[in-house]
């Protein structure tokens, strides 16, 4: 595996090729007399410059870098000087930690280990050099590259503990993932053992009961007939409307089921006309679609306040005005009915709605009329809309 530490940030390179330039420049002109030369040496500027280049993109081809600074050293020798100038083996040095940074330790190791014979022979000074010289470079060389394997040994380590971390967290994802839908299923056996049959049961023993009572009754169902076959037909959207709940508790959490809106108000305003209640619906402003989850809890508002009416108020009569304006929904449901209305403020109903209407950043106001019955106003914020007539067509 091939490794480059900072090639995220190739301005390092780049600053280090530039300080060897300078460096190489900065020779050419104060350090070229100490070598024996009258005036600056041109020929150092130029083999900075070369030096500088290839520490630059020595990130990019290690081997050919190494191989060509070997080469560089060769001709810089060849031209007479005995030293090494600091950038040049600076250079040299950087790029031996290359090697071993960015190459295999067996191809990495096998270069490394040619570059110091090269230079110990003494191939590269055109002279034979005395044994301390040897161990000297050996020793200096040697170490750049133990450098870089040390670095390419984190750099593994690093990349294998950040790949595990990264499959831990898929797998501890995919467990919660199965662990809750583990508990949607329990959730959903739960509530077809418990829920379901009762509902199931009260629906069938009503409809047993309107049976008889019709059979009974030689002038036509009574009123109670009546009120049972409401009872029945209710009974019968609550076993469906729990079946497909629990459907959609089975099904996986990216899948989404058709929920309620306020299209469906109508036929909330028959199943809850068997019960003596006597709705009228007014309908304000062209309707728009709205967002599922606010279609949906506009609806839930209005079947739990119908819900309620139906509860407290008895023989009456109500009213549900769905206004749509341009920057809000209003809704509200007034009967006139004379039953327990604070009952409904101490009640799970109240919160419900108002937890419904604040989640989109609306309010709900509910309480009993000065001239008797109740009321529930909501208010609920929208964006514009696309009109149902442009929707459907």
Known sequence: MRLSPLRSVPRVDLLIGLAIIALGTLEAFTVAPAYGEPRPELWWVGQALVTGVLVWYRRRAPVAVFILMILAQYVWHRQGHPGCPVWQLAALLIVFHTIGAHLPVRHGGAWAL??????????????????????????????????????????????????????????????????????????????????????????????????????????????EAEMLSGIERAGREAVEELRIMLGALRMPQDEALPQPGLDMVPNLISTVGSSGLRVRLETEGEPVRLAPGLDLSAYRIVQEALTNAVKYAGDADARIRIAYLPDRLELEITDNGGGAGPALSTGNGLIGMRERAELFGGSLDAGPLPQGGYRVRATLPISQGVPMSEATN
């Open 114 to 223: 040619a570059g110091i014979l090269i230079f110990d022979s003494g191939a590269v000074d055109h002279r034979f050099l005395p044994f301390d010289e040897v161990i000297y470079l050996t020793v200096m060389f040697g170490s750049a590259y133990a450098t870089g394997l040390a670095l390419r040994g984190y750099l593994l380590r690093a990349h294998r503990m950040s790949e595990r971390a990264a499959r831990l967290e898929v797998e501890r994802e995919r467990r919660a993932a199965e662990a809750v839908a583990a508990e949607r299923n329990r959730i959903a056996r739960e509530l077809h053992d418990v829920v379901a049959h009762s509902v199931s049961m009260m629906v069938m023993q009503a409809g047993v009961l309107r049976r008889r009572m019709g059979a009974a009754q030689e002038d036509g169902p009574s009123q």
